[in-house]
């Protein structure tokens, strides 16, 4: 069976708190073990300053990579400042991080110089369509090289703006039970929070089916399948580091 890719963006909650990294983690890492799974988490450096041993704890099992330092949408004035400075502070914490994803997937014209020039391997932060926040129409679905970077692109369950993420099988339930199961998958932790509340339209249709009800549809999409992090799938694909 071709493995699959688990990815995990770790950062603030939704509504600005930090609840989703004690209280859905240790359940998040303990169901990863039960399963076989293994995953690449994109984590917010800057939640080092305060969760450093529940990184590292992750780290024992899961392959860490940067998801910015602050978690701000990218644009030209920060973007330099997010992807080296992220970099750094992962490497004083002892992490040495190959791989990077924007916030939100909102990228800036010089991305993938930035990561190369900042000794990044591989991103993931392409997909194809949100409206005001990306267009990228002609976009591949499976990972490819570019600039000497490797993208792993976020492919659709539908064509073209249904990203494989978990928060488009929670809003599309129950018809995302016969989605396909693209190569890659994405989760946030906070989805799994009951009464979590996200800000403006977009924040309401993440609330949909979250708690409980995000842990079942999990359950029912990942189990069957087997997953491994962005970095161990390069290798067992020989696509160079
Ligand atoms: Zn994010």
Redesign the pocket.
């Known amino acids: 069976m071709n493995k699959k890719i688990m990815t995990v ?1 770790l ?1 603030p909650d939704v509504d600005g708190r930090f609840r989703s990294l004690t209280e859905c983690i240790p359940k998040l890492l303990n169901y990863f073990d039960d399963q076989k799974i293994k995953a690449t988490f ?1 984590t ?1 450096s800057s939640l080092l300053e305060k969760h450093e041993s529940l990184i590292k704890e992750i780290s024992k099992k899961h392959e860490i990579s940067s ?1 910015s330092h602050t ?1 701000s949408i990218l644009n030209p004035a920060n973007t330099s400042w997010e992807i080296r400075h992220s970099k750094e502070v992962f490497k004083e914490y002892g992490f040495d991080v190959k791989g990077f ?1 924007a ?2 997937f909102i990228t800036t014209k010089n991305h993938f110089k930035l990561l190369k020039e900042h000794e990044y391997s591989y991103d993931s932060s392409l997909a194809r369509y949100f409206p005001g926040r990306y267009a990228n129409w002609g976009m591949k679905g499976k990972p490819y090289v570019k600039d000497g970077i490797i993208e792993f692109p976020s492919p659709n369950f539908v064509w073209p703006m249904v990203n494989s993420g978990l928060s488009y099988l929670k809003l599309l339930h129950p018809v995302s039970k016969v989605f396909p199961k693209p190569y890659m998958f994405y989760l ?1 932790p906070w989805e799994f929070l009951e009464g979590v509340e996200g800000k403006g339209f977009v924040g309401t249709l993440l609330e949909r089916n979250s708690g409980r009800k995000a842990v079942e549809i999990f359950r029912s999409y990942v189990e069957g399948q087997k997953w491994i992090g962005c970095r161990d799938w390069m290798k067992e694909n020989k696509l160079k580091i």
């Open positions: 963006d950062e994109f917010v998801h978690h994803r916030p939100k946030h």
